[in-house]
T-cell receptor, first 112, second 114 residues
Framework: GEDVEQSLFLSVREGDSSVINCTYT??????LYWYKQEPGAGLQLLTY?????DMKQDQRLTVLLNKKDKHLSLRIADTQTGDSAIYFC????????????FGKGTHLIIQP | GAVVSQHPSWVICKSGTSVKIECRSL??????MFWYRQFPKQSLMLMAT?????????EQGVEKDKFLINHASLTLSTLTVTSAHPEDSSFYIC??????????FGPGTRLTVT
């Protein structure tokens, strides 16, 4: 079945770049997402990438996709304390038409 | 952006009772909503797809008679956990899909069954 894997924790210093990694197993994944979850708040869509793209950049966020290795990463430049949250990688075959398959989430910890 | 609300945000109930959780899309119509379940330090697991005016589609292993889903309007879906047991204690999250097929997530409902 489908599986999405992430490491559970990442600790970075404020001002450094954060790189959160994700691997998935379903080769038919067409859409790959990054969501942010802050305490008491709903999941916030940060960005998504289609499987025919290698990279997508949006302000401080850069998403890299290696389809051959089924590896997705999210880079946050100049990490700030407000970036502290849990980041979920998710995949879907048909975009938002179907429910998404999520990883367990990576808790990003910012050190001052 | 689009907003999805859930009510209640936290509920405690006794074993054997039923609990209803509401999911509302506040500023858009959603013909399709999704219900997920999240255990501590675990990923969100899709439970079912809720379609307005028709029966919900349940994922494998999810008991449809235990988790009743009703999607009676374009802005409201409800999940009722019937005869709740402590193992049903979890964080339940809904999402609503807009016409552009974007999914927007609610803040979640924490259910504790004693």
């Amino acid at each position: 079945g489908e599986d999405v894997e992430q490491s559970l924790f990442l600790s970075v210093r404020e001002g450094d770049s954060s790189v959160i990694n994700c691997t998935y197993t379903d080769s038919s994944s067409t859409y790959l997402y990054w969501y942010k979850q802050e305490p008491g708040a709903g999941l916030q869509l940060l960005t998504y990438i289609f499987s025919n793209m290698d990279m997508k950049q949006d302000q401080r966020l850069t998403v890299l996709l290696n389809k051959k290795d089924k590896h997705l990463s999210l880079r946050i430049a100049d990490t700030q304390t407000g970036d502290s949250a849990i980041y979920f990688c998710a995949e879907s075959m048909r975009g938002g038409a179907d429910g998404l398959t999520f990883g367990k989430g990576t808790h990003l910890i910012i050190q001052p | 952006g689009a907003v999805v609300s859930q009510h209640p945000s936290w509920v405690i109930c006794k074993s054997g009772t039923s609990v209803k959780i509401e999911c509302r899309s506040l500023d858009f119509q959603a013909t399709t909503m999704f219900w997920y379940r999240q255990f501590p330090k675990q990923s969100l697991m899709l439970m079912a797809t809720s379609n307005e005016g028709s029966k919900a589609t349940y994922e494998q292993g999810v008991e449809k008679d235990k988790f009743l889903i009703n999607h009676a309007s374009l802005t409201l879906s409800t999940l009722t956990v019937t005869s709740a047991h402590p193992e049903d204690s979890s964080f339940y999250i809904c999402s609503a899909r807009d016409q552009a097929y974007e999914q927007y997530f609610g803040p979640g409902t924490r259910l504790t069954v004693t």
